[in-house]
């Protein structure tokens, strides 16, 4: 059946279950103009946005329609996760060609609607429309962070290390084995398909009193840029402590490229990078699934990397960039 045969209305009558997670914020769900929810006066209020779209952040060649949904909501939990705040409500708006199977769009709404649970966040309502060609998918999600608490992008200091959380990497391996069609690499490919959001890490940096944080979403080198500029320092990192799954180097050695390029460039692992005096080293490291790979220098916005062959790389702001050639 496709989305023309059903209309809006009733489509929208047909996913509007279990979309509550913790009815204790919501005054008012779905079904009126504007959705009510409360916010704890001991909070800040978080709000980011994130849309993806068919051929340009995903292809149901390589992704199921649950895959992309589940993927959607990642990228809009891990800004809430960068902050080291809390994720909870969403708003979501879908424009879907009118041919297209309905089947298809259930699979989109249930993958969202299982990470919602997983994390216990609500759906308060949407839109939907048509579009002339392909899938668009549009989440706003609403956080809190306790007051005055939030790791900003802009507190990174001299001497502070630089670390991350997990594999870096891992998604743009997934999706070059997928594109190359090779077989063996089970864990990048579910890292690309389904990865998912460092919200209980994010917190516990934050509470352990990092200063600047950012998520992995395109590439690490874009994003230590990011965290540079923001704090007008320089950074450092090494290319050899810089966590790469064994998959990536396995899939670098079959295409004779570098590993880790897929780390520096790749993007969209959805893990943290983040800045910390180094008197938290120790610390840090016993929350498990970080590596210690840097140093934050004194300077004016330049990134760099110590190679294998103990040389002095600059490195480039370079990610995926929506209006670059």
Do not use: W
Request: proline share 3%; charged share 20%; aromatic share 6%.
């Amino acid at each position: 059946m496709q989305l023309q045969d059903i209309g809006e209305f009733n489509f929208i009558d047909s996913i509007n279950s279990d979309v509550i997670n913790d009815a204790s914020t919501v005054v008012t769900g779905i079904g009126d103009d504007c959705a009510i929810y409360k916010a704890n006066p001991e909070m800040e209020q978080l709000v980011s946005i994130d849309t993806m779209v068919e051929e340009i952040h995903f292809s149901l060649r390589y992704m199921t329609p649950y895959d992309v949904g589940y993927r959607l909501m990642t990228a809009n939990l891990s800004d809430i996760a960068a902050m080291g705040g809390i994720p909870r409500q969403v708003v979501l708006s879908v424009a879907a060609p009118k041919a297209l199977d309905v089947a298809i769009l259930d699979e989109f709404y249930k993958g969202i609607k299982d990470q919602c649970k997983l994390h216990h966040v609500n759906i308060l309502g949407g839109d939907t429309v048509s579009s002339q060609e392909g899938i668009v998918l549009t989440v706003t999600i609403i956080g809190e962070v306790p007051r005055g608490t939030a790791v900003l992008r802009s507190g990174a200091r001299p001497g502070d290390i630089v670390g991350v959380t997990n594999y870096v990497g891992y998604a743009a391996t997934g999706l070059g084995a997928l594109s190359y069609g090779y077989d063996g690499y089970d864990m990048t490919i579910l890292g690309h398909q389904r990865p998912d959001p460092q919200i209980e890490l994010g917190q516990a940096l934050r509470m352990h009193g990092v200063t600047s944080m950012n998520d992995i979403s395109d590439g690490l080198a874009s994003e230590l840029h990011e965290i540079a500029k923001a704090s007008g320092v320089n950074i450092v990192i090494d290319e050899q402590i810089v966590p790469l799954h064994e998959e990536t180097y396995t899939l670098a050695k079959s295409l004779g490229t570098r590993p880790v390029d897929y780390a520096l460039y790749g993007g969209e692992d959805f893990q943290l990078v983040f800045t910390a005096p180094k008197e938290l080293e120790d610390t840090l490291k016993k929350i498990g699934q970080i590596t210690i790979i840097g140093q934050v220098l004194e300077g004016n916005n330049i990134v760099q990397m110590v190679t294998k062959e103990r040389k002095i790389e600059t490195l480039e702001a370079r990610g995926y960039n929506h209006f670059g050639n």
